[in-house]
């Protein structure tokens, strides 16, 4: 079993900034890196609220969460490509697969383009490995979590022979776009794809479009630059590839429902009520 890390390891993701919620997050299994980037679990607590909702932000990631109860498992497949609210049964014991871009289809092989911003629940899509997942849900119940977590990751490894090899040109493009907010369409060319080739590629393997892969990573890095920097609004703006503050403003509201500085303040009101 891998030792739990700092969440400050990974990108932001869905649940980091959850409120004491007893919330542990883990590397991946040896073996799963080039699919998982991470876990995170939570146990049944008595909230004041019996669930959580939390603001997702898309990234192209997707996750697998498994609701653990007294009654029974069950595990939805949610891939968000636009930001919505979330909601959790906190009632029950959560562990959360956050799969890496590309990772549904690589390795669950499953219809992404098809199932978007909705949960849906794994067993309606009947995929090549529903039996051995259907072993799984009846292994997990009345285990310590530790152990529920180690039985996931095995059932993951168990798919890894029949898994695509994730295309690296698609993850160096995208990386080199969270990077220098270049334009994937620029950078196709010398990733050996033509432009058609690329849209194809990510709309089948990670149900987005090329302005899409650029729109999240201005997001992100404007979101990291007003959690974590006192910079002013307009040199955010220009260090994340807007016009100008106006246009920045704009399209920050368009995408999450608040303005940046209605983020920065919401958020840095988070952090210090956790002090």
Known sequence: MKTPVNPAAFDIIPAASFPSVNLTMLAPASGLEPWVQCLWMTTGNTLSAPYLEEKLYPDAGASLTFAIGTTGVSAAYFHNTRTCRHRWDMALDLISIRLRPGAAWSLLKLAVSELQDTDTNILELKPFWLSGYQRLLDALPNKPTFQQVALIQQWLLSLRPSAQTPDQRLFMLMAEVNANLASPLDLAADKGLSRRTLERHLRQKFAVSP?????????????????????????????????????????????TFETPAQYRSRKLSQFSNRK
């Open 211 to 255: 302005n899409q892969i650029l729109a999240y990573a201005q997001i992100k890095q404007a979101r990291h630059q007003l959690i974590h920097s006192s910079a002013s609004l307009a040199d955010i703006a220009l260090n994340c590839g807007y016009y100008d503050q106006a246009h920045f403003t704009n399209a920050f509201h368009e995408r």
